[in-house]
């Protein structure tokens, strides 16, 4: 198992369950989207995924490597985008990739060589030198997937990267990582409250008050409604 795993986890603060029994995989090359409104339980799911929190039920496997016997291989063969920015708005672009890629143990040449790669599958190449202050915020989005790209994970984990964005660069953000899915075999899960990032062909779970009310295409799961007119039916959300 190459892609993304997760079998019967829960999770608890005190008395108030967040998580209950929550099962899913998501395969290499898949672009799975991560629905549910506020409050539904997917930053407390991307928390025990990233090894933030311990599952203290329930298991996670990464590109085949159980997160609670093997940690630090697990995260590994992960990126991830955290939903608040995270970059250092007074370094350049260079700077700011050149310290994530030594933290994963990548120097000089073979540093370089994997930043200007990751920048350019993101159209990214000639904000290089530009301090990421003066980027818009499609740009920062776009940078800080670029550096989760850089150690070559199989699997990418993106926590509602498009808040805060207008609705054409978030149209461009998800194009790109559609697209990067498919032609790198990355198995990637979109946590969004927006129904319109998603494609039909999208694996889509649906995460509902801690429990998995969904799990399918999006094509499927919203049957003969739109899907935005499903998500409200089923979760009383706004979409």
Not at 129 to 154: C, D, T
Request: glycine share 10%; aromatic share 4%.
């Amino acid at each position: 198992m190459t892609g993304l795993r997760v079998d019967s986890l829960s999770y608890a603060y005190g008395a108030r369950e967040a998580l209950r029994e929550v099962s899913f995989r998501v395969e290499p090359g898949t672009f799975c989207a991560l629905l549910g409104p506020n409050g539904a339980g997917k930053s407390t799911l991307f928390a025990l995924l990233t090894g933030l929190f311990t599952a203290p039920q329930g298991r996670i496997t990464i590109a085949g490597h159980d997160m609670a016997r093997s940690p630090r291989k697990a995260l590994r063969q992960m990126g991830v985008v955290f939903q608040q920015p995270t970059l250092d708005l007074d370094l350049t672009v260079q700077r700011n990739l050149s310290y994530f890629a030594a933290l994963h143990g990548l120097r000089g040449a073979a540093a370089q060589l994997r930043i200007e790669a990751a920048l350019d599958r993101l159209d990214m190449r000639e904000r290089l030198g530009e301090r990421v202050r003066s980027l818009n915020g499609g740009h920062r989005r776009r940078l800080e997937i670029a550096r989760s790209l850089i150690h070559r994970p199989r699997v990418l984990l993106l926590d509602e990267p498009t808040a805060g964005l207008d609705a054409a660069t978030r149209q461009a953000v998800t194009g790109h990582l559609h697209d990067l899915s498919r032609r790198r075999g990355l198995t990637v899960l979109w946590a969004t409250h927006l129904t319109d990032e998603i494609e039909d062909a999208d694996q889509l779970l649906i995460l509902h008050r801690g429990r998995l009310a969904g799990d399918g295409t999006a094509r499927q799961l919203r049957g003969g409604l739109g899907l935005a007119d499903h998500y409200l039916t089923l979760t009383g959300a706004a979409a």
